[in-house]
């Protein structure tokens, strides 16, 4: 009976309700297609970061996180260590830096060894070569892949050699000659733009690390366990001398500003909330001084005053709810549009390091329930005036005025 009153009393003033109703709905669709982007665009950035350079969890020696000098070294040949090679998808990297010098041209230049055939395991470095080709049985010795801005600056193209000059891990001036075997570039210039990828073997040669190296990086399977599990398992593993960190801590400072901007999406998406539920409230409190006589009426004859306050709360339940499924239904194609097709862009903005010439969303359950949770919830609270309004309704001075 309470349901049928509070559905009567809903289509009584179809108007009202309708443009309440069409509030909600376009509220909803805005809130679930601003998440699907929104989503899109983080996931995006992190498996660039991921894919791309960090890895999902690093392993490093003493504190070279912080204080990255080439000597603070990982043993490759430390049975531990030799272990876990082993048994997980893992690359090891020496990260140093050098003066890169081509005919008149010098240039600083930061230099990553890695292991080529491990490498593609944890990263694409692979598919990101641009120009020439990615390390074979068939490089030259001293193979290098380099940047396409240092590769600009140097003057350098595919098969030009060239010479870095450094600091070896015993002090020692490290210095040889290095042949340009390819050009890459990532969907973050400013990672790859000054880089020199070498093999691990030719950066040990140079930095005389021998059987060294600064890093592992970890690429996790997120099927068979999860970023946080491989990286516990990998502290247990270690020595103490060595840790063990996931991507946030790695790109810290990225991982900071995306969760304030993060910060700074929700309070847009509250306010549309809020008008949202200014207009749920208008509606309520319209509806209560249309119908006070009535409300009267049904408190002389012996109606409790929480009846009111709960048909109050089922009318508003019930306006969200078809609501939402309405707008649940536009926002099904909205969403799957976006995270299929998505849009492109007349100028394209950069976030994070990565260019957006285009955006694609990321279809997901979350997009649905969250729009819907927060606006009932919403409508529920500023229902709370017009239930407790109505209980102060004086059935006395309601029945004079009839």
């Excluded at 020199?196 to 690429?219: C, T």
């Excluded at 819907?372 to 919403?378: D, G, K, M, N, P």
């Amino acid at each position: 009976m309470i349901f049928q009153l509070a559905w009567r009393n809903l289509i009584r003033n179809r108007r009202r309700s309708l443009l309440t109703g069409g509030l909600i709905v376009f509220v909803y669709v805005l809130l679930s297609g601003f998440k699907t982007l929104s989503d899109g665009v983080y996931d995006r950035i992190i498996d660039g970061f991921i894919l791309e350079h960090t890895g999902h969890v690093q392993v490093y020696a003493e504190d070279f996180l912080d204080d990255p000098k080439i000597y603070k070294a990982i043993p490759l040949d430390d049975a531990k260590i030799q272990r876990i090679l082993r048994s997980h998808t893992t690359s090891p990297r020496i990260l140093g830096s050098a003066l890169a010098s081509h005919k008149s041209y010098s240039f600083g230049a930061e230099v990553v060894g890695i292991d080529p055939q491990r490498e593609i395991q944890v990263t694409t470095l692979n598919k990101r070569v641009t120009q020439g080709i990615y390390f074979s049985e068939a490089s030259p010795q001293n193979a290098a892949l380099v940047g396409g801005l240092l590769a600009q600056r140097l003057h350098l193209k595919v098969g030009d050699s060239f010479v870095m000059i450094g600091q070896a891990a015993d002090g020692s001036v490290a210095n040889d000659r290095f042949t340009v075997i390819g050009i890459n570039q990532s969907s973050t210039p400013s990672k790859d733009d000054m880089r020199v990828y070498i093999s691990l073997s030719s950066a040990q040669d140079f930095y005389f690390l021998e059987s060294r190296a600064n890093k592992l990086v970890f690429h996790v399977n997120g099927e068979n366990s999860t970023i946080e599990e491989v990286r516990l398992q990998l502290a247990g593993m270690l020595p103490k001398s060595m840790s063990a960190v996931d991507w946030k801590v790695v790109e810290k400072d990225f991982y900071r500003a995306m969760q304030a901007d993060k910060a700074g999406d929700n309070i847009a998406r509250y306010i549309f909330v809020f008008v949202a539920a200014l207009g749920v409230l208008n509606t309520l409190l319209m509806s209560l001084l249309e119908r006070q006589r009535e409300f009267g009426v049904l408190l002389a004859i012996g109606t409790r005053p929480s009846y009111l306050s709960v048909l109050i709360f089922i009318e508003t339940t019930i306006l969200i709810l078809v609501s939402c499924c309405i707008g649940a239904s536009i926002a099904l194609i909205t969403n799957w549009y976006l995270s299929e097709v998505g849009f492109a862009l007349e100028t394209p903005f950069e976030y994070g390091g990565f260019e957006f010439s285009s955006m694609r969303g990321k279809l997901d359950f979350a997009a649905f329930w969250f729009p819907f949770l927060v606006i009932l919830i919403s409508s529920w609270i500023v229902s709370i005036l017009p239930a407790m309004r109505v209980r102060s309704i004086s059935p006395l001075e309601t029945m004079r005025g009839i």
